[in-house]
């Protein structure tokens, strides 16, 4: 290692531990779920995982890996094109494609992957990629590395993204998080929709935390907004309500998914999803299909927690996910509240600079169906006694 190369990185990292901003990786012994046994912590609950219907340690989804993993071993130590495709990635991209309402899909290793597999194939010179300035990391990488024309438009600033269809050159995309992460608001779907329209637009939704959680029957963000077929092309991510283990896609038409497996770099250049993890995958969306019971359970526990934090006089953002942002102002300021939080048994993280604009941290919490009703008011008697002793809340009289 390069000593003075190293030297530098040290000091990177002392600095941004004086900053209060360091990030800490937290060690697990159990599976993800309503509780985890955490190194630094012991037992805890679990209030920021994407975990939103259980399923990541659900007894079908872990015997579907299993036997994913027996049937077809780890997998064809090779791309697709070049070493074949296994059948269970035909029928977990058959399954992606019917759930979500689209012609075909493709899945990829991660949703990253996807979106960045995606946008430099379609968003080539002489077209221009719209996308809302909050959107995924993902989708905004993905971009940079495409030849089109890029525009950002405001955050659901509908007069701004009208702005660029006027200025966009050549076919354009509207690349949008069907529920945004940071904020747990929705995309404004029906407006993107129509806007796309009147510019003869196509329409690209990540709906990563959508997928699962929104909509009547868990189809995401297009359900939820009633707009089955008015959307171009959906991605997603399998580890978040899917299965939480990892790999994303892309649904629209046949010729989309086609040209994609042709030219996108992330599938050419790079090995399938793991056997173990598309039959977990598949397994999952089986699941959700068949017990609705589940997504009944997580609205209930995202109803009893927001009303329950608004009863002690936090002030959630609104919105319609599972996503429960708190706004607390700055990164340092929210890292040290999570790590308070931590130490009441309540696993929540703290979102800083540069995931969030400065002096808007937050502690994002993440309802899962996993969670009973005493994990949730231990938490909320945690948020009390915290939000109490950080200010946030007024002091008990
Ligand atoms: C909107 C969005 N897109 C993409 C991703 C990346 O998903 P994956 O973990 O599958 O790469 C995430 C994950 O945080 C996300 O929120």
């Known amino acids: ?31 993800m779920d309503a509780h985890v046994r955490m190194e630094e912590a012991g037992d805890v609950i679990v209030l920021s995982s994407n975990n939103y219907l259980g399923l990541a340690d659900h007894p079908d989804v872990i015997a579907a890996g299993v036997e994913g993993l027996e049937r077809y071993g780890a997998g064809t130590a090779s791309v697709r094109f070049i070493c074949g495709t296994l059948d269970i990635h035909r029928r977990l991209e058959a399954k992606i494609a019917a759930f979500f309402g689209f012609e075909a899909a493709l899945t990829y290793v991660s949703c990253w992957t996807a979106n960045e597999g995606l946008l430099p194939t379609v968003g080539v010179a002489g077209t221009t990629l719209v996308s809302d300035e909050f959107n995924h990391a993902s989708i905004i990488d993905g971009c940079r590395l495409a030849a089109a024309k890029k ?3 405001k955050h659901a600033d509908m007069a701004d993204l009208e702005r660029c269809l006027k200025g966009a050159e050549g076919r354009a995309f509207v690349v949008t998080d069907g529920v945004f992460s ?13 806007l796309a329209q009147k510019y003869d637009a196509v329409t690209i939704v990540d709906d990563s935390h959508g997928a699962g959680v929104m909509g009547a029957t868990g189809r995401g963000t297009i359900e939820h907004f ?14 978040k309500a899917l299965g939480g283990a990892a790999g994303g896609f892309v649904a629209g038409s046949g010729a989309l998914i086609d040209m994609l497996i042709q030219r996108s770099r992330t599938q050419l250049f790079s090995n399938a999803l793991p056997a173990t993890v598309a039959s977990s995958a598949l397994s999952a969306i089986e699941v959700l299909e068949t017990h609705p019971e589940l997504l009944a359970k997580q609205r209930e526990n995202v ?13 959630p953002l609104p919105g319609p996910s599972a996503i429960i942002p708190i706004i607390v102002g700055e990164t340092a300021f ?25 002096g808007s941290a937050r502690i994002r919490v993440q309802m899962s169906s996993a969670l009973e009703r005493e994990d949730l008011d231990r938490a909320l008697a945690a948020f009390e006694k915290v939000g109490r002793e950080v200010g946030l809340l007024a002091a008990a009289s």
């Not at 009633?226 to 580890?239: M, Q």
């Open 226 to 239: 009633e707009l089955g077929g008015k959307v171009d092309i959906l991605t997603g991510t399998l580890g």
């Open 1 to 31: 290692m390069n000593r003075a190369f190293n030297r530098d990185l040290i000091a990177e990292l002392d600095a941004l531990r004086s900053a209060g901003t360091y990030k800490r990786l937290r060690h697990l012994t159990t599976p």
């Open 334 to 358: 929210a890292i040290a509240m999570s790590d308070r939080l931590l130490r009441e048994g309540v696993f929540v993280t703290g979102f800083g600079y540069p995931v969030v604009p400065e």
């Open 303 to 315: 109803a009893y927690f927001r009303a329950g934090l608004e009863r002690l006089g936090f002030r």
């Open 151 to 153: 525009m950002r438009f």
């Open 182 to 194: 940071m904020e747990g608001d929705a995309a404004n779907l029906p407006e993107i929709v129509a």
